[in-house]
């Protein structure tokens, strides 16, 4: 999916909501990587000057889950050890979008280079 707009943003957060659904998450865990999702896509919008998210359904024996790629090709990040840190923005924010993102899934990656744009990758498993 393409993330160039709010109203993205929005697509992004309704589709992972469904996928979630699908998957049969509880409710809390819906909650939990749509807000995640909502994050980064926002992230991806605001930082990275847009770019995009794939979606993938995962079965690993008898559990389920729901991974989610987000790309850009934005500036990318120069301190990731830095930008995890609640409180740590660039913007306007409560700089609680990434850290915070990553406390609500249960695998989170990020590889970011400066002028190349980041790469996202956060896993929510049932």
């Known amino acids: 999916m393409s993330i160039q707009s709010s109203q993205d943003v929005l697509l992004v957060r309704q589709t992972v909501r469904q996928f979630a659904i699908?998957?049969?998450?509880?409710?809390?865990?819906?909650?939990?990587?749509?807000?995640?999702a909502s994050e980064l896509a926002r992230n991806t919008l605001d930082y990275g000057g847009g770019g995009t998210v794939k979606l993938e359904a995962l079965e690993d024996g008898r559990r389920r889950g729901l991974r989610l790629v987000f790309e850009d090709s934005g500036p990318g990040i120069p301190d990731i050890d830095l930008a995890l840190k609640d409180g740590y923005t660039t913007g306007n924010g409560l700089g609680m979008g990434l850290s915070g993102a990553k406390r609500l899934v249960n695998e989170f990656d990020i590889v970011s280079r400066v002028g190349e744009g980041t790469c996202v990758t956060m896993t929510k498993w049932k």
Do not use: C, E, H, R
Not at 22 to 36: N, P, Y
């Open 22 to 36: 699908k998957l049969g998450f509880s409710l809390v865990d819906q909650t939990k990587i749509v807000t995640a």
